[in-house]
């Protein structure tokens, strides 16, 4: 993979579009780098330069040849004090489309260049305004789809994550210095401490970094969402419910078996988290050639789902080939919805299964203690507060993952006399994996992965 970010050089300065595409009331175009405020200074009606950092001035863009282009204001940011750690300008212009790209046009024909995606965070990385953990909260902040994510995200940001990084580096450094100290010095028979206090303090360390790990499945959660799909016989209900759910009308409900042959799916908000909600085929043995298709692409969303609302009928109880269905579910990410409650049936089946709900989809009755039983098997300890640090990124968990398994061989190492050589280099590897989720140790094929999701203008 080619590295998209390089250092930024001496006179490149770098120009985006910072707000979304399209019209609207303002569009911010952002310029940072060297010669941003002698591009300003040019094509700004006042005397940019002079201008002292963080101050707003109003006045007129212009065209290289003098023509106004549009009223505007113009925000400084100077050097350290800049979010990219460069002088940085910011024109904050009418909304319109055409308006944003003529003034954009404007710096980039000055000899500005276009900026790359997320270069300007990047910078902001480069300078040591942000470490790498604090970068990806950028772009985690502005995805956010629920309170969960933003608090995360926030939290983030804000270095709580950095910290317990840097803590952990900390007190396994300490370590690592006695174990090259073993490897420098073997004729000297040093020991700063007894290897059963290494192994305590390693114990602990890992102790630590296990809590943090345990924080992904939280943290997943609250980043991604939850993919939750609708499950069952056909006409048992299951587009009746997601259009409840969802509160519109969004699949077509009719009393003909196998009306939904496609898997439909819309995103919806649930007890503040983000959710996306599928309903699929009706599963029956007798189905017909395109509903077979239909029942094929029900398996691969019952794959992919992290929840599954499997929907029975109340009037009909469990069918033979409903009971072979659910005995193939996943018991601890199903909840069974029995549907249509408002119609006389008998006493319901017990099932061994991780909820049971009772529904009237007709009636709108029930969907409190469905959306309850949602939320009691999504967040398995209850929801995180927002003083607790989550692991929401693939990336770190992989990475802490590492770093544990090293910590572990090391303490492992210590107890059955394994050669300091060896125990130094894991111990190596340990601190290396902690310190590639905050920039202190990274490759380049990384830092393309993660700036290149960012947009144009950040």
């Known amino acids: 993979m080619d590295f998209?970010?390089?250092?930024?050089?001496?006179?490149?300065?770098?120009?985006?579009?910072?707000?979304?595409?399209?019209?609207?009331?303002?569009?911010?175009?952002?310029?940072?780098?060297?010669?941003?405020?002698?591009?300003?200074?040019?094509?700004?009606?006042?005397?940019?330069?002079?201008?002292?950092?963080?101050?707003?001035?109003?006045?007129?863009?212009?065209?290289?040849?003098?023509?106004?282009?549009?009223?505007?204001?113009?925000?400084?940011?100077?050097?350290?004090?800049?979010?990219?750690?460069?002088?940085?300008?910011?024109?904050?212009?009418?909304?319109?489309?055409?308006?944003?790209?003529?003034?954009?046009?404007?710096?980039?024909?000055?000899?500005?260049?276009?900026?790359?995606?997320?270069?300007?965070?990047?910078?902001?990385?480069?300078?040591?305004?942000?470490?790498?953990?604090?970068?990806?909260?950028?772009?985690?902040?502005?995805?956010?789809?629920?309170?969960?994510?933003?608090?995360?995200?926030?939290?983030?940001?804000?270095?709580?994550?950095?910290?317990?990084?840097?803590?952990?580096?900390?007190?396994?450094?300490?370590?690592?210095?006695?174990?090259?100290?073993?490897?420098?010095?073997?004729?000297?028979?040093?020991?700063?401490?007894?290897?059963?206090?290494?192994?305590?303090?390693?114990?602990?360390?890992?102790?630590?970094?296990?809590?943090?790990?345990?924080?992904?499945?939280?943290?997943?959660?609250?980043?991604?969402?939850?993919?939750?799909?609708?499950?069952?016989?056909?006409?048992?209900?299951?587009?009746?419910?997601?259009?409840?759910?969802?509160?519109?009308?969004?699949?077509?409900?009719?009393?003909?078996?196998?009306?939904?042959?496609?898997?439909?799916?819309?995103n919806i908000k649930l007890n503040d988290l983000h959710f996306r909600l599928l309903d699929t085929a009706g599963i029956r043995d007798d189905a017909e050639l395109i509903e077979r298709e239909g029942i094929r692409k029900t398996h691969e969303a019952i794959q992919e789902a992290d929840l599954i609302l499997f929907v029975l009928d109340v009037t009909k109880g469990i069918e033979a080939f409903e009971a072979k269905m659910l005995a193939e579910l996943p018991h601890n990410r199903t909840i069974c919805v029995w549907n249509k409650k408002d119609m006389p049936h008998e006493a319901l089946e017990s099932i061994n299964i991780a909820a049971t709900v009772e529904v009237s989809a007709l009636q709108n009755k029930g969907f409190d203690d469905l959306k309850n039983a949602i939320d009691k098997i999504v967040w398995d300890k209850g929801p995180p507060s927002k003083e607790e640090v989550l692991v929401t990124s693939t990336r770190h968990k992989e990475a802490l993952a590492h770093a544990l398994e090293a910590a572990s061989r090391v303490r492992e190492g210590l107890t059955t006399d394994v050669s300091p050589e060896f125990l130094a280099s894991d111990m190596r590897e340990c601190l290396n994996a902690l310190g590639s989720i905050i920039g202190t140790n990274i490759t380049e094929d990384i830092l393309t992965t993660i700036f290149s999701k960012f947009c144009v203008g950040k």
């Not at 940072?32 to 007129?60: C, E, I, M, Q, W």
């Open 4 to 266: 998209v970010h390089q250092t930024p050089k001496e006179g490149d300065t770098i120009a985006a579009i910072a707000t979304p595409p399209g019209s609207g009331g303002v569009a911010i175009i952002r310029i940072s780098g060297p010669n941003a405020l002698d591009l300003a200074d040019r094509f700004f009606s006042g005397k940019v330069k002079s201008y002292t950092t963080h101050t707003a001035h109003y006045g007129k863009v212009l065209g290289a040849d003098g023509e106004v282009i549009d009223d505007a204001l113009l925000l400084v940011m100077l050097g350290e004090k800049s979010y990219t750690g460069e002088d940085t300008v910011e024109v904050h212009c009418h909304g319109g489309s055409l308006i944003a790209r003529a003034v954009l046009e404007t710096f980039i024909t000055g000899g500005a260049r276009m900026a790359q995606p997320g270069e300007f965070t990047f910078r902001a990385f480069m300078s040591g305004k942000l470490d790498l953990a604090q970068a990806e909260a950028v772009q985690e902040l502005i995805a956010a789809q629920s309170s969960y994510a933003l608090n995360a995200a926030g939290s983030q940001l804000q270095g709580a994550l950095s910290k317990k990084i840097q803590g952990f580096q900390h007190d396994l450094t300490d370590i690592a210095a006695i174990l090259e100290a073993w490897v420098d010095f073997p004729e000297e028979d040093l020991e700063f401490a007894p290897r059963e206090e290494l192994c305590e303090k390693l114990s602990d360390a890992e102790d630590s970094i296990k809590r943090l790990l345990d924080t992904f499945h939280d943290g997943k959660v609250a980043h991604d969402g939850i993919t939750m799909c609708l499950v069952g016989a056909p006409n048992v209900g299951k587009s009746s419910i997601m259009n409840v759910l969802l509160g519109k009308d969004r699949a077509i409900v009719t009393h003909i078996p196998g009306t939904t042959r496609d898997v439909l799916e819309d």
